[in-house]
């Protein structure tokens, strides 16, 4: 178990988070880095960005999807790696409220995500594209660069002044920069004085020639488009709706309801969260294909949601046939993944006596049996019950255990632990374990 204040568990008890990138960006319909990635004409980007007008954000609609999907928190884009600001900023005139839309963008949603009972992040890319200085960093441009490092310390400090309290600040874009040349330290500092309870990812920048994300100065990790747990720490993982992009892009393949569950499962079931992305149309709404497949998620987890807040890492034993594992307190989730309709299921490798076997989908209590070295499930239904994901729950003695030899999975551990399993059959190679 971590050690983690009293004011952060919110964060391990939530699970499931909204990721939400958003800008002027998205009126191309090429994703978020569109700027850099075409190498675009820097005058003309900023020209458009200034018109972009979103007529149909409402940001109590994303509230109410991600609500309704069963996150706990959301995470808005306040200025991505083009510069464009979605807050009225003191410090420049390139912001959603100074031009034509006329509107605080980050206020609304602030406001939205409070109202719906939802933890609000704020994302802040260090990194500004428009900006020589970036580019070039305080060995070719000292001068520069301090000037565009104080403009950086001075917008968070905006961020978290303005809006009251903030429970996530998300950074990002700190390549090609160390820690150091960023005042990192510092700026935590700032930070910590302005909103002590805030969690910090850690995405500030590294010591100067580590390559890795700074351990040092987050509070957890972001593992990008991967599933990792993270030993020591608190940990989400951040990835994307559709195929490609985090920004709106058109054309875009989505991934199915299916497999958004299953990464949120994972994520679960290894004790980390999941930060999943959305991004919104040029005029504020979030794709009808999104929106759906929230829909879905979320009447799986109005049923299932016990299985995943405030879940702890849950592999006790061997169950990758069917499915996934997450626990809490005596209780052990089965997530089955893979329904073969044939009435049973089968759990090799839990030491804990079991009390108690439910289908969480329906309420229905089932039928087992119990061995020193298996559990197994009667009474399921040839056709799941569920489209997504049929759950048990096994109501236990005590928190959950594997027996010795299922600690570890396949080609993992010590091998020797199999030792009396195979010799109990006989030490040859003849099929009767005998020798001739």
């Not at 551990?413 to 030792?419: I, Y």
Request: glycine residues 10%; hydrophobic residues 35%.
């Amino acid at each position: 178990m971590l050690n983690i204040p009293d004011y952060w568990q919110w964060f391990q008890q939530a699970r499931f988070g909204q990721f939400i990138h958003w800008g002027p960006y998205s009126a191309y319909g090429r994703g978020e880095q569109v700027l850099f990635r075409e190498h675009l004409d820097q005058q003309e980007y900023a020209e458009n960005a200034c018109k972009w007008n979103p007529q149909r954000f409402d940001a109590h609609e994303w509230a109410e999807i991600s609500r309704r999907a069963g996150m706990k928190y959301g995470v808005l884009t306040t200025r991505h790696h083009d510069g464009f600001c979605l807050w009225d900023s003191e410090l420049t005139d390139y912001t959603s409220a100074a031009q034509a839309a006329g509107r605080d963008f980050v206020g609304e949603y602030v406001e939205a995500f409070r109202e719906a009972g939802l933890r609000v992040g704020l994302y802040y890319s260090l990194a500004d594209w428009r900006i020589p200085a970036y580019w070039e960093g305080p060995e070719h441009d000292p001068k520069g660069w301090d000037e565009f490092q104080t403009y950086v310390h001075s917008q968070v400090r905006e961020l978290l002044t303005n809006y009251g309290e903030i429970d996530v600040m998300w950074f990002d874009g700190a390549w090609p920069h160390s820690a150091d040349r960023w005042k990192s330290h510092e700026l935590v500092e700032m930070i910590r004085s302005l909103q002590p309870a805030i969690l910090i990812n850690n995405r500030l920048g590294q010591p100067a020639g580590d390559t890795s994300f700074s351990d040092e100065l987050g509070d957890f990790g972001t593992p990008e488009h991967q599933i990792v747990s993270e030993a020591g720490r608190m940990w989400e993982s951040c990835q994307v709706s559709a195929w490609r992009l985090w920004g709106y892009a058109t054309g875009e393949r989505w991934r199915p309801a299916a497999l958004l569950l299953d990464m949120l499962v994972e994520a679960a079931s290894k004790g980390g969260n999941l930060l999943l992305n959305v991004g919104p149309t040029a005029d504020g709404e979030h794709p009808a294909e999104y929106a759906e497949q929230m829909k879905e998620i979320g009447q799986w987890m109005d049923v299932h949601g016990e299985a995943i807040y405030g879940s702890e890492a849950g592999d006790v034993c061997e169950f990758i046939t069917y499915g996934r594992q997450t626990r809490k307190g005596n209780n052990l989730y089965l997530v089955i993944r893979f329904w073969d309709g044939r009435g049973e299921v089968n759990l090799g490798g839990l030491a804990t006596k079991v009390n108690r076997a439910v289908l969480l989908t329906t309420g229905e209590e089932l039928p087992f049996a119990q061995t020193e070295d298996h559990v197994l499930i009667g009474g399921l239904p040839a056709e799941p019950p569920t489209k997504l994901f049929p759950v048990i729950r096994l109501e236990c003695d005590g928190p959950p255990q594997a027996r010795d030899w299922a600690v570890d999975r396949l080609w993992e551990g010590n091998p020797r632990r199999m030792m009396p399993w195979a010799a109990a059959r006989g030490t040859s190679v003849f099929a009767d374990g005998k020798p001739r």
